[in-house]
């Protein structure tokens, strides 16, 4: 059963005369959003990271032998390019990589012209990021080419929150297939510049639907109340709001520590020094509230301001097997984007 | 222009309180009787058979953007008026941000010309600021006699307390309504839609119901310290019950407030937004459930004045573009009768002549648009002929609108235009 949750209607009571939803022509091996996932294409991706991680480079080189994938960039990264770019050469594929700097998008070409083009040009995945909120669905929709969400604005960061469940299972030592109930009695706490953060609502979206509780912490501007009402509706976990970093601590197994997001403020002007008094994670307030927690970090981090290097580098750490999980899971999303022909029962379901 | 007799249908006058069956005759572009069925007898008349269908006051919509002069990509005065016309409009007021901006009499008086080749009436609405930048009135007096008939700076709300005032004061001096599009844009910066869970899931930052309603609270205060001037303020596109609330509460304080609702404020909540559809992009936002529901109200317990459309036509590359850059708006011109029969009238139980009213009578009347939203006799011929109970599926295809956005496109809506006539001439007649 596909895990989509249940669209609300847009006006209730006018639902006879609004039509069937239009065929759409997102491609069904897009990943847009961890919504779009069931609990079961959730599994397959991680077993799927798991099998083309043990195999040999040789193998390993001829599954997407000469493919072709282009990375699509109108915003910076380190980690999401490189390791999407790496998974995607270690099957054997063949990436470009465009970014605004460097393309006719600073000409002022549309996202759906630069897609067109990329696709004219034989690509037969794009991976996007964009920062622009839902920029993934412009180009899914203008090009039915299959589209990898490698972060939309404020929105989301479906891959970042793969590759994190996947580090959360390894570090809980979870083996087994995933289910509603895996993450049962396991607490997250996201804590820092949440409401500019697409992988904490990739997260907030994800981890509730396999049991998990996830608090959400830091102050009002960065965490607005209405963040606590986008528990999926299949959730079998929760999410909830603790101001508290202390007391937020004290109940975590996991602790995501994020940056704040100097691009996106907008005007906004926060107190760094009060800031970190209040929500900086360092080796006292860990030893203290949760010395037992796992921490882990998207990156970049700002070391010293959410995070001090002794945490960062210290042996709660599971930032660098993030970072190394993030090739395995991206080699499975655009082996699963390119190498299977889906299954008529899966494909239309977006 | 060959007279023409109405016959066998159903009357629908709200300016008259009539509903019942009556024929009618045109001669001269003006209405030259009304009487009990059979009763006129005009030799040489074109005579249209109006069995089965209410024929009623041509609508009027106070609140459409025409996109001319200057950008004849998205609309031209002669397509919007086209699609007017077979939306069952006589009358439009076109709002001023074109480019360049309506705020001179030579800009009025060149919409107004004939070479431009309107459908059916058009009564420009002028800039109450020059270029609407919110510093210097333009001058009401000239834009009034060129034929303006009412001031506003739609789009770019009137912030400043000072210009406001004195903008409600000289527009009442020349006799003209001010329309304020409340939006207090300081709470608004970078927002695409409305504020609440559904945007923060999306990730779009959100337009609180506080920047209309603010702002609207506080043009109310402004009109009553002028309430000698006896200005007449005008709120556009209400969206949120607080706002609502807010006009209401003015006029029980004896103040002239006038508000209307576009029909996808009351058929539409923000959950339409989607994955990022653009074409429920628009400003005001589609807003929570518990919004749509107070505009439902307010239109039946008559706190609504009028359905205006806010009719905005965009070319498609431009909605064809990540949600944040989209630009803002709808078409309406087309859709409006159905959606308003359908939801008002066959959901919510709502009398015909009412429908009928707050899509002509009432807005012809908000903005004084004398003889329009009436058939009595000596008034201009303009007429709506339209089958209350037809249900059809509305194409965006079949628009004679220049754009295409709109967010009902394959919706079944209920009650389509058989002919519309604007002063005496047939300006759209219905295929099959």
């Known amino acids: 059963m596909p895990a989509k949750k249940k669209a609300p209607s847009a006006a209730p009571r006018s639902n006879a005369i609004a039509p069937q939803a239009a065929e759409s022509r997102i491609h069904p091996a897009s990943m847009l959003s961890v919504t779009q996932l069931s609990l079961s294409d959730v599994q397959q991706i991680l077993k799927l990271a798991g099998e083309i991680e043990r195999e040999p480079p040789a193998r390993r080189d001829q599954r997407l032998f000469k493919r072709r994938v282009a990375l699509l960039f109108y915003e910076s990264s380190t980690r999401t390019r490189t390791s999407f770019e790496i998974a995607a050469k270690a099957m054997g594929a063949d990436t470009t990589l465009v970014s605004d700097k460097s393309s006719s998008i600073e000409k002022g070409e549309s996202l759906k012209d630069t897609g067109l083009t990329l696709r004219a040009l034989g690509a037969e995945c794009i991976i996007l990021r964009s920062p622009y909120s839902g920029a993934p669905w412009v180009l899914a929709q203008s090009t039915g080419l299959p589209i990898l969400n490698a972060g939309d604005g404020m929105h989301e960061h479906p891959s970042q929150a793969l590759l994190d469940l996947r580090t959360i299972l390894q570090r809980l030592k979870k083996s087994g297939p995933i289910t509603p109930s895996t993450l049962k009695g396991v607490t997250l706490t996201i804590c820092g510049d949440i409401y500019h953060s697409r992988v904490a609502r990739s997260n907030a979206l994800l981890l509730p639907r396999f049991g998990a509780r996830v608090i959400l912490c830091g102050p009002p501007p960065l965490l607005p109340e209405t963040a606590a009402q986008i528990t999926p509706n299949d959730a079998t976990g929760s999410i909830e709001i603790e101001r508290d970093f202390n007391r937020a601590l004290e109940q975590s197994n996991l602790v995501m520590m994020l940056r704040i997001q100097a691009e996106r403020l907008s005007g906004l002007a926060l107190d760094l020094e009060e800031y970190k008094a209040r929500y900086q994670a360092n080796a006292e307030r860990i030893a203290q509230y949760a010395p037992k927690a796992v921490i882990m970090h998207p990156g970049p981090m700002i070391r010293g301001l959410e995070i001090t290097s002794e945490l960062a580098d210290g042996h709660q750490s599971a930032i660098e097997q993030q970072v190394q999980n993030g090739v395995a899971v991206r080699m499975a999303l655009v082996y699963r984007a390119l190498g299977r022909v889906l299954s008529a029962s899966k494909a239309g379901r977006y | ?432």
């Open chain 2, 1 to 432: 222009m060959k007279p023409i007799l109405i016959r066998n249908g159903h009357f629908i006058d709200p300016s008259a309180a009539i509903d019942a069956p009556r024929d009618l005759l045109l001669n001269e572009g003006k209405v030259a009787a009304v009487d009990k069925p059979g009763r006129i007898k005009y030799a040489g008349a074109e005579v249209i058979d109006a069995k089965g269908l209410v024929f009623a006051p041509g609508l009027v919509d106070i609140h459409v953007h025409l996109r001319d002069p200057g950008q004849g990509y998205k609309e031209t005065i002669a397509t919007g008026t086209a699609a007017a016309a077979a939306g069952g409009f006589t009358s439009v007021c076109a709002m001023p941000n074109t480019v360049p901006v309506n705020d001179s009499p030579e800009i009025t008086r060149w919409m107004l010309s004939p070479e431009r080749n309107a459908a059916i009436r058009v009564f420009p609405i002028g800039a109450a600021t020059r270029g609407s930048m919110g510093e210097a009135l333009t001058e009401y007096g000239s834009l009034h006699a060129a034929g303006v008939v009412a001031v506003t700076d739609d789009g770019k709300p009137i912030l400043g307390d000072r210009i406001m005032r004195e903008a409600l004061i000289a527009a009442a001096r020349a006799g003209l309504p001010v329309i304020q599009h409340a939006e207090d844009t300081r709470l608004t910066g970078g927002s695409s839609m409305n504020a609440g869970p559904v945007a923060f899931r999306l990730g779009l930052r959100g337009m609180p119901v506080e920047a209309e309603s603010s702002l609207v609270e506080r043009d109310i205060r402004l009109l009553a310290e002028v309430r000698d001037a006896r200005a007449h303020l005008h709120i556009a596109h209400l969206s949120t019950k607080a706002a609502l609330d807010a006009v209401r509460k003015a006029r029980r304080n004896g103040l002239r407030v006038t508000c209307e609702v576009a029909p996808h404020h009351f058929v539409l909540n923000e959950e339409a937004v989607g994955d990022y559809d653009t074409h429920a992009k628009m400003n005001p936002p589609l807003r929570a459930e518990v919004d749509r529901e107070a505009m439902i109200e307010g239109i039946l317990d008559g706190s609504v004045d009028a359905i205006a459309t806010d009719h905005a036509p965009h070319a498609a590359h431009e909605k064809e573009q990540e949600f944040e850059r989209a630009p803002n708006g709808i078409t309406g011109l087309e859709s409006a009768l159905g959606l308003a029969i359908a939801v008002l009238h066959a959901r919510h139980g709502m009398p015909l002549n009412r429908v009928v009213s707050l899509l002509s009578t009432q807005p012809a009347s908000v903005l004084g648009l004398k003889g329009r939203g009436t058939l009595a006799v000596g008034s201009p011929a303009d007429v709506v002929l339209f089958d209350p109970a037809k249900k059809w599926v509305f194409r965006a295809a079949a628009s004679r609108s220049r754009s295409r956005n709109t967010p009902f496109d394959g919706w079944t809506l209920q009650g389509r235009v058989h002919t519309t006539i604007s002063e005496g001439r047939v300006v759209f007649q219905a295929g099959n």
